[in-house]
T-cell receptor
Framework: GAVVSQHPSWVICKSGTSVKIECRSL??????MFWYRQFPKQSLMLMAT?????????EQGVEKDKFLINHASLTLSTLTVTSAHPEDSSFYIC????????????FGPGTRLLVL | KQEVTQIPAALSVPEGENLVLNCSFT??????LQWFRQDPGKGLTSLLL?????REQTSGRLNASLDKSSGRSTLYIAASQPGDSATYLC???????????FGKGTRLSVIA
């Protein structure tokens, strides 16, 4: 099946620093990718939709200036958490729709962010 | 706005029991429904995908059913094993190119 990778898988950083997370579709092109966030013992919540060649669309309550999204190519989307604070500590996971024989979405393995 | 509810929130069963996890969604105009497994601190593992035109899907000891008109799906696990212990998430999408809406999950513990 199709594969989506994320890098890094783990990040520990100091408060105030910026963290970049990459999401790549390895064997298919994705004009759209989705970014989700999961706080401990909560479900996945959509943060934003990343669109290749245009601006991302953000869900209500998600600060676009804090969570910068760049969909640089048909296989890469990046999420940058700017000036991270402890409350940004979470599990960030991306997905990409795959329009093959069975249209479905493939998820990356996730990135766990801990801000000290 | 689509909302997904999973019942129960947590479930503990002895090894060998058959069990059913429930998922309901408010907007029946779905494109497909997926069941995922998530182990603690890990990502998602897709278990079963049911297209809106399908009634059920089976994989090994897992069987998922879909009643689109009533907005319900069940995940049946036969002969449960301790290795089945995980959180099971149900998610729906309205098209092949829209994000998934997840339920809060059912945390399953299978006791040896």
């Amino acid at each position: 099946g199709a594969v989506v990778s994320q890098h890094p898988s783990w990040v520990i950083c100091k408060s105030g620093t910026s963290v970049k997370i990459e999401c790549r579709s390895l064997d298919f092109q994705a004009t759209t990718m989705f970014w989700y966030r999961q706080f401990p013992k909560q479900s996945l919540m959509l943060m934003a939709t990343s669109n290749e060649g245009s601006k991302a669309t953000y869900e209500q309550g998600v600060e676009k200036d804090k969570f910068l999204i760049n969909h640089a190519s048909l296989t890469l989307s990046t999420l940058t958490v700017t000036s991270a604070h402890p409350e940004d500590s979470s599990f960030y996971i991306c997905s990409a729709p795959h329009h093959g024989g069975e249209e479905t979405q493939y998820f990356g393995p996730g990135t766990r962010l801990l801000v000290l | 706005k689509q909302e997904v509810t999973q019942i129960p929130a947590a479930l503990s069963v002895p090894e060998g029991e058959n069990l059913v996890l429930n998922c309901s969604f408010t907007d029946s105009a779905i494109y497909n429904l997926q069941w995922f497994r998530q182990d603690p601190g890990k990502g998602l593992t897709s278990l079963l995908l049911i297209q809106s035109s399908q009634r059920e899907q089976t994989s090994g000891r897992l069987n998922a059913s879909l009643d689109k008109s009533s907005g319900r799906s069940t995940l049946y696990i036969a002969a449960s094993q301790p290795g089945d212990s995980a959180t099971y998430l149900c998610a729906v999408t309205n098209s092949g190119n829209t994000p998934l809406v997840f339920g809060k999950g059912t945390r399953l513990s299978v006791i040896a």
